[in-house]
């Protein structure tokens, strides 16, 4: 049974940047599959950010692209989001993703509880 | 950007009725590239339907896509108690990748 848990911190000072670390169990990210992330702001709808193959091609959301960087760590099968200059806005819920399809079109079969991260100073 | 818009905004229904949602895309999403997914309040959602019509693994047979090009749906044959929730779709045929903004199916 594939199982995706998030990691990081809680509240991010406005302009800093947000991480974000998701630990796979029961599913070896180097044996294939995009891994993402999705937010969701409280009692709003859902936004994908991006998805990276583990041997590094991604595929960012446009309107995040310059400020998004995930990256795949297979010796600890896990993969991390960082989302710089973070405003008030970006607080939601971010979740971790398994993202099936290949070439930019993915949907996402499994996903990690969420961690709620509020952008507050 | 493909924008989807869903409809009703909320679904009043008994338990043991049949829900149909609507899914409708701004352009074509090309070849069926539409998902479905099912969220329950403090919860992740869930896959429930890729490719307009299949049926992710575990799910009941009572939930069931249909649609292509820009108009979707997803039909709920009979609600059962655990089935009021939110439900987006997702189209994948386009970059960026975007979600509907969610129907709320509620026990009237």
């Known amino acids: 049974q594939v199982q995706l848990q998030e990691s990081g911190p809680g509240l991010v000072k406005p302009s800093e940047t947000l991480s974000l670390t998701c630990t796979v169990s029961g599913y070896s990210i180097s044996s294939g599959f995009y891994w993402g992330w999705i937010r969701q702001p409280p009692g709003k709808g859902l936004e994908w950010i991006g998805s990276v193959y583990y041997s590094g091609n991604n595929f960012y959301n446009p309107s995040l692209k310059s400020r998004v960087s995930i990256s795949v760590d297979t010796s600890k099968n896990q993969f991390s989001l960082q989302l710089t200059s973070v405003t008030a806005a970006e607080t939601a819920v971010y979740y971790c993703?398994?993202?099936?399809?290949?070439?930019?079109?993915?949907?996402?079969?499994?996903w990690g509880q969420g961690t709620l991260v509020t952008v507050s100073s | 950007e493909i924008v989807l818009t869903q409809s009703p905004g909320t679904l009043s229904l008994s338990p043991g009725e049949r829900a149909t949602l609507s899914c409708r895309a701004s352009?074509?999403?090309?070849?069926?590239?539409l998902g479905w997914y099912q969220q329950k309040p403090g919860q992740a959602p869930r896959l429930l339907i890729f490719?307009?019509?299949s049926r992710a693994t575990g799910i009941p047979d009572r939930f069931s896509g249909s649609g292509s090009g820009t108009d979707f749906t997803l039909t709920i044959s009979r609600l059962e108690p655990e089935d009021f929730a939110v439900y987006y779709c997702?189209?994948?045929?386009?970059?960026?990748?975007?979600f509907g903004g969610g129907t709320k199916v509620e026990i009237k």
């Open positions: 997702q189209q994948y045929g386009n970059s960026p990748l975007t």
């Open positions: 352009q074509s999403v090309g070849s069926s590239y």
């Open positions: 490719g307009a019509s």
């Open positions: 993703v398994r993202t099936y399809g290949s070439g930019g079109y993915f949907y996402f079969d499994y």
